[in-house]
């Protein structure tokens, strides 16, 4: 959710501050906020709105220091405004922190420093935790380290947080537990940021931080790193797998158009190396090594939150028709909390774009605890997702920017199916000659993306036809009852207009009650699944005057003389529809979203990763 952005070394903070807040806009934020050590002072600035609103602010200050850090807002406890923006003081301005995530009994620790004399401006829970962190300071008279250790002892609930010390402007002392945080190490300099996009630009040697862990960063000494149980831990540098050119726009409006264009490139990344035409067969690493777990699974049990549950609902198609074992699609704020039948035998498997979703992170531990095998899909390398698992499996679709996922969630529809064809495969629930042919077919998925793409314009012009509606229906059969959902799902998150998905047949089971010639209905009907039955549901919107806006397999007449509008996709294996499916969904909100003024990159009130509850 917040960004964090923390760095200490030779240079000057302030610019290095600034662009890690704008490398990490797309996490969504209200407010944004800087503290900088310089001469003796510490000197906190903060805006509410944009990055920009902040560089304004402070362009009359004074903005030197060589230690800083700064900090993105999402509300959580407080509305969005000044007084509630990061960084937060102390009550002696000794201090300053940021801080993402929840303190769960912020308010009973308030109390006790209430009474202890302790006054507050804010109605946030970090203000609770600088102000916890000072009163243990001076009560235990120790270091700022040690402050922050006992400090966190006492806390219930999730943050990643970063404290600087006016009387010590050598050092930055950060925790973590439930929320993201990694450390760049340069040359006699520190970088700490919520992700590593503010990072890339200076070095590739990171430091991820791991859970209830406590990071201390001096000028001039080498990174030091305990637990909140006071035990030594010794960093594990890791390699950097990324670059600036992904983070920038490439010449294209927004990120989002960007990454629906990259899609060719990026499943072909998730195949590389996995999907062989040669030797016509699929290999995955996570798969070879716990081929038994897959092979003895009694049951699949799949975890995620918004577009990854999507993509997870097309795996429960998948799994169950290849591999023949039953499939329940949880989302992770529900399951986490529903006391859910788990057992050995179960193969659970979360998925998360970025790693760090909170619900799916606290249901991977629920779903260890009951001795379950976790298989983790992710696409951020080194994430708390692929840390905590048994095993998994990257996407590898590269840096998502946009907060409506679009290139993440074909490239997570493309490992399930790779896993239950493989699965399907090993376990004979599907023909050699099937397999065989599903390989080659997958193979050619990208450029049969490129081929959709190029219909981009002709989107773009009738997608300005429907910026009038209020409301949309998406419907769609089988394995595109979920491309439906996520359709949805789009439109509403970019352009805020109301939209629903549902299974085509229980469109008469009290959806079509809202067909009229103001509503715009988008019916997925493709050749490969029940086609016939899809038509059927067409002619029963059409006979009550509803908007007809079709995807086609190409060469298909009945469907698009049925229609108003229609686009096209190449003929594939039903099973591979979604991957050419969503591409013209993607595009249609897109457009929709950008005729209607909308901020597509950074939707109102969304966050890309949200890692808190």
């Known amino acids: 959710m917040c960004g964090i952005v923390g760095y200490i070394g030779k240079q000057q903070a302030y610019p290095i501050l600034i662009k890690g807040l704008q490398r990490l806009e797309y996490r969504g934020y209200d407010s944004a906020g800087i503290a900088l050590i310089h001469d003796g002072k510490l000197n906190v600035y903060k805006a509410k709105g944009k990055v920009a609103d902040l560089v304004q602010f402070a362009s009359q200050k004074d903005i030197s220091g060589n230690i800083g850090i700064a900090h993105t807002r999402w509300a959580t406890h407080g509305e969005p405004n000044l007084v509630n923006a990061h960084p937060h003081y102390s009550q002696s301005e000794e201090l300053a922190i940021i801080h993402n995530g929840i303190i769960e009994n912020y308010a009973l620790l308030k109390e006790g420093l209430i009474k202890e004399g302790y006054t507050f401006h804010s109605e946030t829970d970090t203000e609770v935790l600088v102000q916890l962190i000072e009163y243990v300071k001076k009560s235990n008279g120790v270091d700022l380290t040690s402050a922050v250790q006992l400090a966190l002892n006492q806390v219930i609930g999730a943050y990643a947080i970063c404290v600087i010390e006016k009387s010590f402007p050598d050092v930055i002392v950060a925790a973590r537990k439930g929320s993201p945080l990694v450390v760049g190490i340069g040359i006699d300099e520190f970088f700490l940021a919520s992700d590593a996009t503010p990072i890339v630009e200076y070095t590739d040697q990171v430091v991820y931080v791991g859970d209830e862990e406590i990071v201390t960063l001096q000028r001039g000494k080498s990174i030091e790193i305990k637990t909140i149980a006071n035990v030594q831990k010794t960093p594990e540098i890791k390699k950097l797998e990324m670059t600036i050119s992904q983070l920038e726009k490439g010449g294209y409006p927004h990120f989002m158009i960007k990454e629906i264009f990259e899609q060719p490139k990026t499943l072909s990344d998730s195949m590389r190396g996995r999907v062989s035409i040669d030797e016509k067969s699929i290999k995955l690493s996570g798969f070879i090594d716990n081929k038994e777990k897959f092979l003895n699974a009694k049951r699949i049990i799949i975890t995620a939150c918004g577009t990854s549950w999507h993509a997870g609902l097309i795996g429960k198609y998948a799994f169950e028709e290849f591999a023949r074992i039953p499939v329940e699609v949880e989302y992770s704020s529900e399951f986490r909390y529903r006391n859910p039948v788990i057992n050995e035998q179960d193969l659970v498997i979360p998925i998360s774009q970025s790693g760090e979703t909170a619900d799916t992170l606290a249901a991977v531990e629920l779903a260890k605890s009951k001795g379950a095998f976790i298989f983790g899909i992710c696409n951020v390398v080194g994430a708390s997702i692929p840390r905590m698992t048994h095993s998994g499996c990257y996407t590898h679709a590269g840096p998502e920017i946009g907060v409506a996922s679009t290139k993440a969630f074909t490239a997570q529809v493309t490992v399930l199916l790779m896993l239950a064809l493989l699965i399907g495969k090993e376990k004979g629930t599907i023909t050699n000659a099937f397999y065989e042919k599903c390989v080659e077919e997958l193979a050619n998925i990208p450029n049969k993306i490129k081929r959709i793409l190029e219909q981009n314009e002709t989107i773009s012009q009738f997608a300005k ?72 549901n067409i002619q029963e919107i059409k006979a009550r005057k509803g908007k007809i806006i079709s995807i086609v397999t190409e060469g298909d007449v009945v469907v698009k003389n049925l229609s108003d509008y229609s686009i096209s996709i190449p003929d594939t294996e039903e099973c591979f529809v979604p991957l050419l499916a969503a591409i013209p969904l993607q595009l249609m909100a897109y457009h929709i979203a950008v005729v209607k003024g909308c901020n597509v990159d950074q939707p109102r009130n969304l966050a890309k990763s949200v890692t808190v509850e």
Do not use: C, D, W
């Open 465 to 536: 036809t429907f910026t009038y509606a209020q409301n949309f229906i998406y419907l769609g059969r089988g394995y595109n009852f979920p491309v439906a959902l996520e359709g949805a799902l789009k439109l509403k998150e970019i352009s805020y207009i109301h939209a629903e998905g549902y299974p085509a047949a229980e469109m008469k089971h009290g959806p079509i009650a809202l067909i009229s010639q103001e509503m715009p209905v988008v019916v997925i009907a493709t050749k490969a699944g029940m086609y016939e039955k899809v038509v059927s």
